[in-house]
């Protein structure tokens, strides 16, 4: 029996990290491959069978699980962030999650045949938007900023929200179920959402505060919060049944909005937990499934399916954005996309349950109901948002961005230059400080830890096409790159070199482990930024069918850096070192030169069909082709 525990234990972990492996390699929503892998492996072959094989077991897995969901979900919140949003963020997660509650709910109840509390639980599961599968697909699709940022941020705020909704709903019948007068049911509700929401902020404000005054051990902090995460839920559930989910998701937003200083290094912990356990809770939840009661599910169920998707979603979202500054396509667009995630399964197995302790034997279609939901949501959407969103004109036209992560006076220049040659730039630094400059000159930017998973939800990325990892730190430079690499591919990300001891030394960095070097072999950080305090300015060159690259390079003076060019469609190839680099005519190439170059003007001025070169920060006219019209 142990070792057949045992078994099981190990096929989840491999088919859970598995399926997670899969999905990245063909970029694709976890959530699909984690559901195969587990439908597969339960009613398919019958490898895993959850229930007999776990018993009441089963149920404290996915609830430990689903607490520290909901924990990462309220730690990803930003307070600060939610109050800047636009109005119709606010829309989207205030009128919005309302609206999509009743309506789902209503047809829960009249399509479906649910009983009322059922169709109401079912209602807050499918709030839920979730930011690990809506993200990828904004990206797939490439969106404009707008319509991409209402998605994202739909998402995370109403991962947790839904999950409270739902455990609200639960509590209520529950003490309905135990008393027969309302106001005693609804005073009993308020105590036990009160007590649940004062255990989470105590606990979250404690730990913070004994974090933030180094009581406790930097290696300890990780682990720490997770155990004290599972103490707060089991605490509120002793207040109340599931009321320890409301517990964990406050205790999440007040420790992610303290701004403690390791903050960055729990939430790195805190994502490789969840990984973890979202594979292995739907993985169970999958596999678990009874295949006799998929066969039971009617036309009311598919009628069901059909009603949230091409019903409740549009009537939310046209009721939560009347009024709103939104155009009639983003609006469609919105009533239109809303994948389900990790978080909306998960409750419904705790819910179902539940429900079923209740008395309430239709919660059964729950877990089936929820799943298809998810699938259908999934899949239709994912193959949908990009086509509809070019119809619609909400696709970004092109993606030949750069994201450049390390924010020093030098990256300034060349974000100047590439925006200056209408390139899109979005400058990344973890200091306030070090953005100053970024900052005064107007550049996009974002203030944060780029290797976060916070700082990937946070980031904008839809017209982004190349990293390059600028900072004066060499190893994380390297682990940008890596981060980076399976989104851009290995072939757009860069870093610059690492100086002197750059020369394939194993010592250094394993070439596999870091971007590709660009620029110049001596091009490192610190000589880049000597080279800018004296004066060097980085110069935009349109190259002509008389004036080619060849004719460039010969005027180019002693010590000059090429950095990049520019193609007529907007593309960046950047300049590597013993790599072919052949500009053609038309393309704009940008160089780092030093402040005399006198001479090469003089030769240049002897081509009547040649303009000087203008500096990257040039406001008169920026850089002029032959013929004297501003470069496209």
Request: net charge neutral; proline share 5%; glycine share 10%.
């Amino acid at each position: 029996m142990e070792n057949h525990l045992l078994h099981s234990l190990v096929l989840i972990g491999l088919l859970g990290m598995g399926a997670q492996w899969a999905a990245s390699l063909i970029r694709m929503p976890a959530i699909v491959a984690l559901s195969v892998a587990g439908i597969v492996a339960g009613p398919v072959f019958g490898w895993l069978n959850p229930s007999e094989q776990f018993g009441e077991m089963l149920t404290v897995f996915v609830r430990l699980g689903v607490a520290v969901i909901l924990f990462e979900g309220g730690i990803s919140l930003r307070l600060h962030e939610l109050r800047e949003a636009a109005s119709g963020v606010r829309r989207l997660t205030t009128i919005g999650v309302v609206a999509s509650w009743l309506t789902v709910t209503l047809c829960g109840f009249y399509i479906g045949g649910l009983s009322l509390p059922v169709a109401l639980v079912l209602g807050a599961i499918l709030v839920v938007t979730g930011p690990t599968v809506i993200i990828p697909l904004l990206r797939q699709a490439r969106l404009k900023r707008r319509p991409a940022s209402l998605l994202k941020w739909e998402g995370i705020v109403n991962d947790p929200v839904g999950a409270l909704l739902a455990v609200m709903v639960f509590q209520y019948f529950s003490y309905q179920a135990q008393a027969q007068d309302e106001s005693a049911v609804l005073l009993n509700l308020m105590l036990a959402v009160g007590g649940a929401a004062a255990i989470g902020g105590i606990a979250g404000w404690v730990t913070g505060s004994v974090f933030r005054r180094g009581h406790v051990a930097e290696y300890l902090k990780a682990p720490l919060l997770i155990v004290i995460v599972l103490a707060v839920y089991a605490l509120g559930d002793m207040l109340e049944e599931e009321a320890g989910l409301l517990a964990v998701t406050v205790m999440g937003v007040v420790v992610g909005n303290m701004r403690l200083p390791s903050i960055d290094e729990l939430r790195r912990f805190k994502e490789s937990i969840t990984v973890l356990l979202v594979s292995g809770v739907f993985i169970l939840l999958t596999a678990d499934l009874d295949p006799a009661l998929l066969h039971e599910m009617n036309w009311r169920v598919v009628a069901l399916v059909a009603a949230v998707l091409f019903v409740a979603r549009p009537v939310a979202i046209l009721l939560s954005t009347v009024g709103a500054d939104m155009s009639w396509q983003e609006r469609v667009l919105l009533g239109w996309i809303a994948p389900r995630g990790g978080v909306a399964a998960a409750g419904a197995g705790i819910f179902a349950h539940d429900f079923l302790g209740l008395g309430y034997q239709d919660a059964e279609l729950l877990v089936p109901i929820v799943f298809s939901v998810v699938l259908s949501t999934v899949v239709l959407h994912g193959f949908s948002i990009g086509p509809l969103a070019r119809y619609l004109g909400l696709a970004a036209e092109k993606r030949n961005g750069v994201l450049i992560a390390g924010a020093s006076p030098w990256s300034t220049e060349l974000g100047k230059a590439l925006t200056a040659a209408k390139v899109p730039v979005l400058v990344v630094d973890g200091s306030w400080h070090r953005l100053r400059s970024a900052r005064q000159a107007g550049l996009p930017f974002h203030y944060g830890e780029i290797l976060s998973e916070w700082g990937e939800e946070a980031l904008e990325l839809n017209d982004i096409e190349a990293v390059l990892a600028t900072s004066n730190n060499d190893a994380l430079n390297a682990m940008i790159c890596t981060r980076f690499a399976g989104e851009m591919g290995r072939n757009r990300v860069f870093q610059l070199p690492t100086g002197e001891q750059d020369r394939d030394d194993p010592k250094v960095f394993a070439r596999q482990f870091r971007g590709i070097r660009v620029f110049d072999r001596a091009a490192d950080f610190d000589e880049l930024l000597r080279r800018h305090y004296r004066n060097w300015a980085i110069q935009r060159t349109r190259l002509t069918e008389t004036y080619d690259f060849g004719r460039f390079k010969e005027d180019l003076p002693p010590g000059s850096i090429i950095l990049l060019a520019v193609s007529r469609s907007g593309q960046v190839k950047f300049h590597i070192p013993d790599r072919s680099f052949a500009p053609e005519p038309g393309d704009t190439v940008l160089s780092y030169r030093p402040p005399d170059n006198s001479a090469a003007l003089r030769r240049r001025s002897s081509d009547p069909e040649r303009l000087p070169d203008a500096p990257a920060n040039a406001d008169a006219g920026g850089a002029k082709d032959s013929t004297g019209t501003d470069p496209t």
